[in-house]
């Protein structure tokens, strides 16, 4: 009995302190951007093993999560305009597991959905700062560039003489498809953009050039649905900038309402 009391101490020191709240958010964070980052690396996440890699990640952020919120007394929860719509796709995905033909495909595609609808409520839910937000997009922003400079150097699939992957006169890198390969690069460009527009000096001039890098490489992709989908996005985020700017209104997006419940 007297061995188990400091460790007894120790643990109602923490849980009291907060102190346990700030390593599952730690890691959580880092387990979250991992999600993000991890998936184009491993081809795309399409093959068994980089899925089931996913899958468990997931799962274990989703319980850190859960443990912090019982550490810390409370459940707090944030919706989103876009709830309904997500749980309308969900019940239509359940029920066409049942009516497919091919029910192994069906079900795979189902666990993927899951996984990806619990990523985006996690990070509703743990990026809660300004700080943490602007860290995420600089996190991804980068690897991207990364990404983009590593596709580009590699044109042809080979790197200081070695095969690294295959392909003709396209770029792909890691995805096994050059049009998952130009909508990942997508994605990340507007972010890109969208941190420019928020940053001055230095930092304004950088993400520019990162911008226009990126964009070269969805050209070399040779995706004729990435080159559309990027001048496609490009027009109409100049268009929404333009009225912005002309209007001097901000455009909201997506605004959150939080729903706490005790426990």
């Not at 093993?49 to 952020?61: D, K, L």
């Amino acid at each position: 009995m007297e061995l188990n009391r400091p460790k007894q101490r120790i643990i109602t020191s923490v849980l009291r302190q907060g102190k346990l709240s700030q390593i599952l958010l730690y890691h959580k964070e880092i387990l979250l951007l991992f999600l993000l980052i991890f998936p184009p690396v491993a081809y795309g996440a399409v093959e068994i093993w980089s899925v089931t890699v996913v899958h468990v990640v997931v799962i274990v952020v989703a319980t850190l999560f859960v443990i912090q919120m019982v550490a810390k007394g409370n459940i707090t929860l944030y919706r989103t305009p876009v709830d309904l719509l997500v749980l309308l796709f969900l019940i239509l995905v359940v029920f066409s597991v049942f009516l497919s033909v091919y029910t192994y495909a069906s079900r795979i595609a189902l666990y993927k959905i899951l996984s990806y609808i619990v990523i985006f409520y996690l990070v509703i839910n743990i990026i809660m700062t300004q700080k943490q937000l602007n860290v995420l997009l600089w996190a991804i922003v980068l690897f991207g560039s990364l990404f983009a400079t590593a596709a580009l150097t590699m044109l042809g699939g080979e790197f200081l003489g070695f095969k690294v992957f295959t392909t003709d006169n396209y770029i792909t890198l890691t995805f096994v498809n050059r049009n998952h390969f130009a909508g990942y690069l997508e994605m990340v460009v507007w972010l890109c953009l969208g941190l420019a527009l928020v940053n001055k000096g230095a930092k304004k001039i950088l993400l520019l050039c990162l911008a226009v890098y990126i964009a070269v490489a969805i050209f070399f992709s040779l995706s004729r649905g990435g080159i559309l989908g990027f001048l496609a996005g490009s027009f109409f985020i100049s268009v929404v900038f333009a009225f912005c700017y002309g209007k001097k209104k901000n455009l909201l997006v997506i605004e959150r309402s939080q729903v706490i419940t005790g426990i």
